[in-house]
């Protein structure tokens, strides 16, 4: 599935790429730059009092199919902020999550937290785009950047002043990601307890994975999180956010359901 989406997302950049230049991009984000104030993941999350939360925006996922087809990004944006989210996660993948570019920008203008960029971010063109777009931080997914892409696309994203979300699945791409010139307050290191061969999601995954993380990087547990319980099994992990994107998306009161799990509600 992982390859076929990045398959997907490559000839979707190609096209972007042939209606609209990287030199464009390049330009439009020059005479951007001055109004543009990245927000720090960091001092998000250090204003949380209970378990960090990335509350995600998706209508479909690859494993569950439409998942709530007719939500409002502003709207869901703003039920999450009032509850009290740490940071925003914007599915931006239009064919298997049915997101767009236009969902970021619009929440990114309607909150005041920091707002990540959730796609299958493969080329340096998606990440001068991410900039465009205000995202303040971006997903870099070690499994999909084999070799020295993940490095360069690291190296890139520093350069443009983006924060980084460097998912993680398997003790190999620990050591690939802990292998890079890392900086504790602008990557972080994301646990993806989903196995995106078979979908199955467990938390041994976090288990197992956590021990490994040196202490001072914010260390983010990502995927099939739904109960308080298993958000108080997180924190004896050590686990500093939980990403969540379902359990949200599905409920009548994502702003509830968001204070039900951390146990602010
Ligand atoms: O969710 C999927 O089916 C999926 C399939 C292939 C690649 C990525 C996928 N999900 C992206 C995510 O990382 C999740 O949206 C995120 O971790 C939230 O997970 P959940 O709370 O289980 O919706």
Known sequence: MLDQI????????AAAEA???LHQLMKALEDQSSAFFPRSLPQAFGQQAAMAVIAEIKR????????????DPKEQADWYEQAGVAVISVLTEPEHFKGSNEDLVQVRCCVKCPVLRKDFLVTPYQ???????????????????PGDQLAAMHRQAAALGLQCLMEIHTREEVERVLALPLQRERDF????NRNLKTFQ???ETTRQ??????GEFICISE???????????????NIQGILVGEALVTAADPGNALKLLVGTG
């Not at 479909?60 to 939500?71: D, E, I, R, W």
């Open 223 to 237: 995927s099939g999180i739904s109960t308080p319980d298993t958000v108080a099994e997180l924190k004896e992990m």
């Open 6 to 13: 990045v398959a997907h997302t490559r000839r979707r950049v």
């Open 60 to 71: 479909a996922s690859p494993s569950k199919g439409p998942l709530n087809m007719t939500l």
């Open 201 to 203: 999601t467990s938390l």
């Open 189 to 192: 290191i994301g646990i993806n």
């Open 127 to 145: 990440l001068y785009e991410s900039r465009l777009l205000q995202a303040d931080v971006v997903l870099l997914i070690a499994a999909a950047l």
């Open 209 to 214: 994975l956590r021990p490994l993380i040196p």
């Open 19 to 21: 209606a609209k230049p």
